[in-house]
Every structure is written in C-alpha cells, then in structure tokens.
C-alpha cells in the first residue's frame, strides 16, 4: 500500500498527540501542518520539519492529503470536516464531533453521502485496554446483564486554562463548558458500555470558574440505557486535582470497575485485574494513552471500503446526550445558540 499524505489541520494542544502518533505509522507520511494563528503555525512546522499552512483550503491544493486531522476548537469541525470529505480526503476529527447538533447533523449527512470517504471522531478512550475489557466481559454477558452504572469525573481546570484559549469558555467556540469539553469520553463510554441511550435527565451549572467562563464547569447526568438501567455521571472540573476517572458497573453477578485499572469483580469468583497501558510521552494524564491506537487503527482501515466504527452517526449520541442536560430546566436552556441543538430526539420537552 502506497504511504498516505497526512496533514494535521489545528496546531494546538492535542496537535503533538496526533504528529507523533502519525510518525509512528510506517504507511503514513505528514506532509503539512495547517493553522490560522501564525505564530501557532511556524512553531509547528519548524517542529515538525514540515511546511506551514494557514487554511485547509490552501492545504488541499498545495499538499493533496490523502487524511485530515482536524485539532481545531469545537466551532470549526462541521466545516473543516465537511470540505475536506468533498474534496475526497479522509478526515479523522477530534471529539466533540461539533459544537450544534446542526453542525453534527451536517458532518452525519456529508459522511452518509455516496462515495464519501472515510471520517473518524477520536473518541481514543474507547481504545482503551480496560475498557476494551471490560465492553468484551459485558457483550458475551461473563458477569450477566448490567443492572446500573455510577461513573466520576473529577477533573481540575484552572482559570489560566480558559485565558489561555478563550474559545473553551464560550457556548460559541466550544458548544459547552465540563460536559462537551471533558466529561464527553466518558458520556460516550457509558452509552457505548450499555448499550445506547434512550433518555437523559441532569444538570449543569458554572460553580467554581464563574468569574472566567460562561459554560458550566459542574453537572450531573443520568442516562437511561435501551434496557431500561440507568447509569449517573457526576463531573466537575472543580476538583483539587485531576482524579482517575472512576466507572462502576453493576452486573446481575458481579461488577466492572474502570479506575486507573480495570477490576473484574465476580461475585462468585476471585477479582481479576487488567492494567491499562502507558501514556505516551508528553501527554497529559486526562487524555488516556489511546490516540496511537485509535490513529493507527483509523489508518489500518484505509481502502477498505469500510467506514471507520466510531463514525460521525456513532459519534453523536454522546452529543446529544449533553446538549439535553443543557437543554435542561437546571442547565442552560436559554444559552446563546441553543436554537441550533433543538433536533434532538433525547431533549425532554
Ligand atoms: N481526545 C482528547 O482527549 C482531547 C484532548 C484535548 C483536546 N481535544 C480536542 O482537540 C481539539 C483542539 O483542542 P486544543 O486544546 O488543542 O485547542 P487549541 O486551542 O490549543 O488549538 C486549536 C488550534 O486550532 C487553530 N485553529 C482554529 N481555527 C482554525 C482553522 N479554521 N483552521 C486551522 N487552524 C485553526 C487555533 O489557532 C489553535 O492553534 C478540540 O476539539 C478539543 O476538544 C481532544
């Protein structure tokens, strides 16, 4: 197979995750590195040894990527993604997979479209060797069928992180605050666990960073899954510091406990554990060590003819999941652009 033209579309904080994952990959080549911010560009390209760009659009014709790598704020992904899969180019997007359900809704349709190319959203959590695990021990139904499922985020963000990069305070740049900006993984992992989400019931508000952002930085959520069990996430980053994230879920016999490891609890039989594999170098402790594999697995599927399994469609549950807790009494029902999350079939009205 002939390597791929890769470029990395966003030169910010999660870009280095996605250029060393790309190096990694023997059929994969980064041909460019493209971002709006000059600065945030030549830093880029001068690191990666690779030419700079300032737009997809200019990528596309000067470079012909085969892949995109979208590492922008959540405001730009729908039209990002969007162009790029007219231009036949695979995209792989950072989560969330937009900042509106109208914007989501775009990306679905554009991926859906005939001879669309391949597009990715990097849920890398999913890829993780104890929640792989522990999706293997609840799909041949080892421990029975879960009953319930609690799960914890509890994270620490500071003011500075917000300065930093304005656009992940704001309902217009991010689409949400904890919810779509964090505790996402963990929303998709509880509706990918458990088998889908019929119902959401929650709340959100902005408790400790008030003064900095206008999306909430505090919320609980409660899925209700197909079957009829219910699974609670509370999430907060609000916390002292950055905990593991902690998910229990209860089976008819036995229980799954995904904290920094993965307990297998039978409740006839002895604990098992499964240890979850490092971080790679430079990443931050809250974004799991998964992008490699996720990546690596997305380019493994190039001419298949196969769409990627975490696809724009299955992407989005977890987004409507969190825009109903917006849409919420105890969220934010009246926040800027909540016009553009309304078609949502998980929205309680
Ligand atoms: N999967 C994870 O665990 C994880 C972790 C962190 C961030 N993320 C996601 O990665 C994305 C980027 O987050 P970040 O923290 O790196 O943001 P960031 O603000 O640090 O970087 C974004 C970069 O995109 C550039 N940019 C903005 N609009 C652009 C455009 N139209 N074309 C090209 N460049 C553009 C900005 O100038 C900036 O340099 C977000 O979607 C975020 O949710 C995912």
Known sequence: MRTLRTAVIGCGDISPLHIDAIAQLPGAELVAVCDTDPGRRAQAAQDAGVPGTATLTETL???????????????????????????????????????????????????????????????????????????????????????????TVAW??????????????????????????????????????????????????TDVLGGTIEVEDTATATLTHPSGTHSVLLATN???????????IVCERGTLQIARELTVLPADGEPRVVVERAAPAGARSYWGASHTALISDFYAGHGSGEPFWISPAEALPALQALKAVYDSPRGFPDRPGAELDRDNPLRDV
Do not use: M
């Not at 609000?238 to 229990?248: E, K, M, Q, S, Y």
């Open 61 to 151: 014709e000067r470079f012909s990527p085969d892949v995109v790598h979208l590492c922008t704020p959540h405001d730009q992904h729908a039209d990002l993604a969007i162009e790029a899969l007219a231009a036949g180019v695979e995209v792989l997007t950072e989560k969330p997979l937009a900042s509106t359900l109208e914007d989501a809704g775009r990306i679905v349709d554009a991926a859906a479209a005939p001879g669309a190319p391949r597009i990715g959203v990097c849920f890398q959590n999913r890829y993780n060797t104890t929640v792989q695990e522990a999706h293997r021990v609840l799909t041949t139904g080892e421990l029975g069928a879960p009953t319930g499922a609690a799960a």
């Open 156 to 205: 620490h963000r500071t003011p500075d992180y917000y300065r930093a990069r304005p656009w992940r305070g704001t309902w217009a740049g991010s689409g949400g605050g904890l919810l779509i900006n964090q505790a996402i993984h963990t929303l998709d992992l509880l509706q990918w666990l458990l088998g889908g989400v019929s119902a959401v019931a929650g709340c959100a508000s």
């Open 238 to 248: 609000g916390a002292p510091t950055n905990l593991p994230v902690r998910i229990d």
